[in-house]
């Protein structure tokens, strides 16, 4: 093993010790019983870590490409992350999305929950949730000292989600109550034959699981219930009134989050533009997309039919379950050996509904470093029962293969060919999520979307990553919408726009569709990163073709630019030997 790739394994086991969650996300034992430390001492021994890191790197020379790549990759990650610490945005790190308020409970969603053992770690957990949330209210309380503190638009979601999780909205189950009720599932379920000393042969009986894992995991709960009804008490009387009604990040704090979500620096006004440019196309195309399906009608004629229409729809939580893992089994089968050559340990896809009260945008949860645990995608359901078809199989695609699970397991398929950094920490969104929206772009060109229903629904979720940078750029940098535009012109960006555009635009569920502006606000740079991300895998395609000519092939150009692992932007053009970065 190289030294560069010594300092990068080391790394992940260190970080992995300072945050338990991430240990278990990333599917690395002997962390299972602990939890983060999100004060601010916390920070602090991460940004340690982080620093004397780099340091290493800066004195290794690279043995080889690979150990180049991952050592400029590496360096520059790690480089970001302390810069988000000088620029202190851990004490305002309150959103409704990924962050400590999200962490301390989501980590409970990744653990297996098959044994005594398993279980005993879960209650471990779970008593530690409350010491957790304090270690985040240190930070918060920090923030606000400095007068750093997140928006109150932010604070009041927060709440929202600490008391759902709690249990304290009546008509909403509580995350930790249903937690323990599959506990007490997994307790009343017959255990093996195998295991039933004294049952007659080929018979079971009930788990016999301790009296003592059974208090342990009731009073797990009860502290995280606890814990959590703390943070929400908290976030209403003490924090929101401190809170900041300004929402826009402004322009400094919107280029630090474009290094960490795109690994790239852009010129944001022309980003801007080139948003607006994309939205009038796909709105023209989805006219003329409308006609086919309603006969001529219009795009609100044929929303109609697509939401409504019984044979166009799933009934059932369970059942809409059922047909995305077809969905996905499916895609998986038609695109190995064909488009991909997908490796035997990643050629599964397990669809989950997550538990309710979090974001209700579907996500991609990696395999486990072992393979053990396969990869995720996960299906918020909201308040729905029923399921319209045309939307999701486009974002099947993105999630699943040729999109998430096809990039972040190939990473991991590439062992010891890549750091142990690159492969378990090396997501960029702006390439992550740049190649999930490239590939559902790809299954339209493969022809996979030849169905306008589902054609429809590519453009749908193309038109809403036109809509994130439209808004995301707009509302963070208080721009104009531009004079030439029917909606609204001339005004500047809010909330309340921002929502109405996206959900007029897009053709979103109005209910998704306040759940993301929320996210925009919370978490800025984030949104724009998709349909960024894109544009520069189309670049970057491009200019393999032009290089390549006549002798250029589709199947080789992924099996090659894959090969690299996860890069930032501009360290993707700079290996890919392609144009420079867009806007800039």
């Known amino acids: 093993m190289s030294r560069i790739f010594e300092i990068a394994d080391q790394y992940v086991n260190e970080i992995a010790a300072l945050d338990p969650t991430l240990s278990t996300a990333l599917g690395i034992p002997g962390h299972e019983r602990e939890m983060p430390d999100y004060s601010p001492d916390g920070t602090a021994a991460v940004a340690d870590l982080n620093r004397r890191t780099v340091g290493d790197l800066e004195s290794a020379a690279p043995d080889g490409e690979r150990d180049r790549i991952a050592r400029d990759f590496m360096r520059e990650r790690l480089s970001v992350r302390l810069a988000l610490v000088e620029a202190k945005e851990n004490l305002r790190e309150l959103r409704i999305i990924a ?7 989501s980590v409970f969603d990744q653990m297996p929950k098959e044994s005594e053992e398993d279980w005993s770690n879960i ?52 995350f930790f109550d249903l937690l323990l009720g599959t506990f007490e599932k997994f307790r009343s379920e017959p255990s093996p034959p195998a295991l039933s000393h004294g049952v007659g042969e080929g018979e079971s009986r009930e788990r016999p699981v301790s009296t003592a894992l059974a208090k342990d995991v009731e009073a797990g709960v009860q502290a995280a219930k606890d814990g959590y009804a703390e943070m929400a008490r908290y976030l209403r009387d003490e924090y929101e009134p401190k809170a900041n009604e300004e929402e826009a990040a402004g322009e400094d704090r919107y280029r630090l989050m474009n290094r960490v979500f795109l690994g790239a620096s852009i010129d944001l006004k022309e980003t801007y533009e080139w948003g607006w440019e994309e ?52 895609a998986l089968e038609a695109l190995h050996g064909m488009h991909f050559d997908i490796d035997e340990r990643i050629r599964r896809i397990e669809v989950m509904i997550p538990p309710p009260g979090g974001a209700l945008a579907p ?19 909201g308040t729905r029962t029923v399921f319209p078809k045309w939307s999701a199989v486009s974002t099947a695609y993105h999630e699943g293969v040729p999109g998430h699970h096809l990039q972040v397991g190939s990473s991991r398929c590439l062992g010891d060919k890549m750091s142990r950094f690159q492969s378990l920490l090396g997501f960029v969104s702006g390439y992550g999520e740049g190649w999930a929206l490239y590939a559902e772009r790809l299954m339209g060109e493969l022809g996979f979307l030849e169905n306008p229903d589902y054609y429809m629904g590519l453009l749908s979720a193309q038109a809403l990553r036109a809509c994130r940078v439209i808004v995301d750029i707009g509302m963070h940098l208080e721009l104009k919408i531009p004079e030439n535009e029917k ?22 569920e109005p209910e998704f569709v306040k759940s993301e502006i929320v996210r925009y606000l919370g978490w800025p740079g984030q949104a724009i990163s998709y349909k960024v991300g894109e544009r520069k895998w189309l670049e970057v395609r491009e200019a393999a073709k032009r290089k390549a000519g006549a002798s250029f092939d589709l199947k080789q150009f992924h099996t090659d630019v894959l090969d690299l692992g996860p890069l930032g932007l501009e360290q993707l053009e700079r290996e890919m030997g392609g144009v420079g970065v867009s806007g800039k």
């Open 99 to 105: 962050s400590p308020m999200q962490g301390a409970r």
């Open 123 to 174: 209650a471990a957990r779970l008593k530690l949730v409350p010491e957790a949330l304090a270690g985040f209210r240190a930070s918060l309380n920090e923030g606000i000292a400095q007068g750093l503190v997140a928006a109150k638009r932010q604070s009041r979601e927060c709440q929202r989600q600490a008391e759902i999780w709690s249990g304290q909205r009546e008509g909403e189950p509580g």
């Open 279 to 330: 939205q009038w196309r796909i709105d023209r195309e989805m006219e003329e997309t409308a006609a086919k399906i309603a006969d001529g009608g219009s795009v609100d004629d044929a929303m109609e039919i697509l939401e409504h229409d019984p044979s166009r729809c799933v009934d059932g939580v369970d059942a809409y379950q059922s047909w995305l893992q077809e969905l996905h089994d499916e």
């Open 363 to 381: 996500y991609y949860s990696g395999p486990s470093e072992d393979f053990k645990r396969p990869g995720r995608t996960w299906w918020p359901t």
């Open 487 to 508: 909606f609204h012109p001339g005004e500047v960006w809010n909330h309340d726009l921002a929502r109405e555009f996206v959900t007029v635009r897009s053709r979103q």
